[in-house]
């Protein structure tokens, strides 16, 4: 048996994809399927450089619909595999994450957010965030994290396996270009001294047996005969998913009960929307702030609750009205009214949303 | 009276699924059948992870008593790549049709099979999509009549047909099984299959056999120009036989050293 990757508490300093790979060597994630794009590629050098002490596996795929359908594949064989990905990426990788959908795969993507639509930047946005709760064709039954810091990165990379793998839906960590590459402080830990414990893995296919003989085979397919075969699978998978939600769902809020206004964010946006209420509270500005951390499940009743007491919602993100739309779906009949503050492929700095709150206050 | 017995099924082939749901005269189940008979021969069928494509080749998602997974066009072969590389142990065959092979799979056939992963991957060549109404596919020969070229595939606007077990030998480094057979042939297209099979028992690199098969429903042949089709017309450009063989090569060293 190898050693473990992280014994007791490390207090470090490095880049977003670096906590991501130690986080998925503390997971005991078994093997990575990955195909380079920037800004994530840091992940597969530090996994790869990693791995051979600990006993993990790395294939690097042709294309992203490799990455991901090897990733099933690893899934289907009993392992906790995992891919990692960005923008032109992403839209590839909707095709084997649709396929996880439908077959219930505990998959688990990182994205790292870059410029889109197409190419763009290689930088960052929060611009995936539609495709990454959406994605594919069908209801998005997925689950989507989305951490502010590298210390979240960890956190939620290491939550994700179990998620998924408990709950058998595909698993997404949406972090961004920023968190990607800046470097900061992050304490790294050992999972089981905090008393995390890891959901096993399971075989779908190669159990003991001979099939037909000692057991059942397993045969999974996601082609449907008739309407009605598909409508109750699909049934069965959104009773599951509505069951596991408020399970799963996890949010930040502060300083609402009595706010005018609220700001809404997620990802590293939330970092400056927390530094503007603090500065705007001190001005005496009656303002606060809710970051859903779950973008799917979305935290709807929580914040439905908000928008029905506060006057106004400025929606705070890096793309054009992606997280407004999972907003407005969230609290639908509620009276608050919704202010956008949009910025698509660029950064927002605590005095941009200092700026727009004083503006619509 | 005496009633002639059927055929015997294999062994690894599942009842409750039979008959099975191809159309009549179809290639599909006698390639199936030689897969069936090396499994049992072979006796791997605890082993076997078989995954199917869309397109004809879903309808055996349920075929075999082995785990199957159905997967999507073209992606059959990096799901089987994900397993064996999750899972050496297991023998992964990845089966597909001309359309999931050479035009929207290709880029992962091609690259599975440079990276010489250990996996069998089947394909049945019937020379059209025949599943979604039998429009061209990389694999319609000249000059034939299909939905999307009504008036015979022109080689000048669509270029010629993909030779694949000819692309894939090319393109596979040494321990790689590659060959073509027919479904008019299925004593020799099992033996084919068997030692695709045996190659990646043996670990030592890509499988990879082409079965010619028939399609009448979308050729709209009856059964004697099926297998005229088969044998007089698609046998003049896809030439059956061993492509590359580890077993010989294996052979021969044996015999020189």
């Known amino acids: 048996m190898s050693e473990k990757p992280i014994t007791g508490e490390k207090r470090v300093f490095m880049t977003g994809n670096e906590v991501v790979a130690w986080a998925c060597l503390a997971a005991g994630a078994d093997i990575m399927y990955g195909y380079p794009i920037t800004p994530q590629n840091e992940i597969m050098h530090y996994w790869t450089r990693q791995i051979p002490k600990y006993g993990r596996k790395f294939l690097q795929t042709e294309d992203e619909l490799s990455a991901g359908f090897t990733t099933v594949g690893g899934v289907l064989a009993g392992l906790k595999a995992f891919t990692a990905t960005a923008g032109p990426g992403n839209t590839l990788m909707q095709e084997p994450m649709s396929m996880a959908e439908m077959m219930r795969l505990p998959v688990v993507t990182i994205v790292q957010q870059r410029g889109g639509p197409s190419t763009a930047t290689v930088i960052y946005s929060q611009q995936e965030v539609t495709m990454t709760t959406q994605g594919g064709n069908g209801e998005g039954i997925r689950i989507v994290y989305s951490p502010s810091n590298h210390q979240e990165l960890f956190d939620y990379t290491l939550k994700a396996f179990n998620t998924a793998w408990k709950y058998r839906f595909p698993t997404f960590v949406l972090g961004d270009g920023y968190q990607a590459k800046l470097r900061e402080s992050v304490t790294l830990y050992d999972p089981e001294e905090r008393g995390y414990v890891r959901v096993p893995s399971e075989k779908y296919v190669g159990k003991p047996g001979t099939p037909g003989v000692d057991r059942e085979p397993g045969h999974y397919r996601n082609t449907y005969n008739t309407e009605e075969e598909l409508f109750e699978v699909l049934q069965q998978h959104i009773t599951d998913y509505e069951k596991m939600a408020p399970e799963v769902i996890e949010y930040a809020q502060d300083n609402v009960e009595d706010a005018d206004l609220v700001i809404v964010a997620h990802g590293v946006v939330f970092r400056g929307v927390r530094d503007a209420v603090k500065e705007l509270r001190e001005e005496g500005y009656k303002v606060g702030f809710f970051r859903p951390i779950t973008l799917r499940p979305f935290p709807a009743e929580q914040l439905k609750v908000i928008a029905n007491k506060t006057k106004k919602l400025l929606i705070a993100e890096s793309a054009q009205g992606q997280l407004a739309k999972l907003v407005k779906d969230a609290i639908y009949g509620a009276t608050a009214e919704i202010v956008p503050l949009f910025r698509p492929g660029v950064g927002i700095t605590t005095e941009q949303i200092v700026a727009r709150a004083k503006e619509v206050l | ?257």
């Open chain 2, 1 to 257: 009276m005496s009633v002639s017995p059927q055929p015997a099924m294999p062994k690894s082939w599942r009842a409750e699924s039979k008959p099975h749901k191809f159309c009549p005269g179809c290639g599909h189940g006698l390639v199936l059948k030689c897969l069936g008979e090396a499994i049992d021969e072979l006796g791997i069928q605890d082993r076997v992870v078989f995954g199917c494509d869309i397109g004809c080749s879903l309808l055996s998602w349920d075929f075999f008593n082995c785990d199957s997974v159905q997967t999507h066009h073209g992606r059959t072969t990096p799901v089987m790549t994900g397993i064996k590389r999750a899972n050496p142990d297991m023998i992964c065959v990845a089966y597909m049709g001309d359309g999931g092979g050479y035009a929207i799979g290709i880029g992962g056939i091609v690259n599975a099979a440079s990276r010489n992963e250990k996996v069998t991957v089947l394909l049945a060549n019937n020379t059209v999509y025949a599943m979604t109404g039998g429009q061209m596919s990389p694999c319609t020969m000249p000059g034939q009549k299909v939905e999307t070229a009504p008036y015979g595939r022109d080689p000048e606007a669509t270029g010629m047909p993909t030779q694949g077990p000819e692309m894939i030998s090319a393109i596979t480094g040494d321990g790689a099984y590659v060959a073509r057979g027919t479904t008019s042939n299925l004593k020799q297209l099992k033996s084919y299959i068997k030692k695709a099979l045996q190659n990646q028992i043996d670990g030592r690199g890509f499988s990879f056999v082409e079965a010619l098969a028939g399609c009448p429903t979308n050729w709209r042949t009856n059964a004697e120009k099926t297998w005229a089709f088969i044998e007089k017309e698609m046998t003049q450009y896809y030439k059956v036989g061993e492509k590359k063989n580890p077993f010989e090569a294996k052979k021969e060293a044996q015999q020189n050293g």
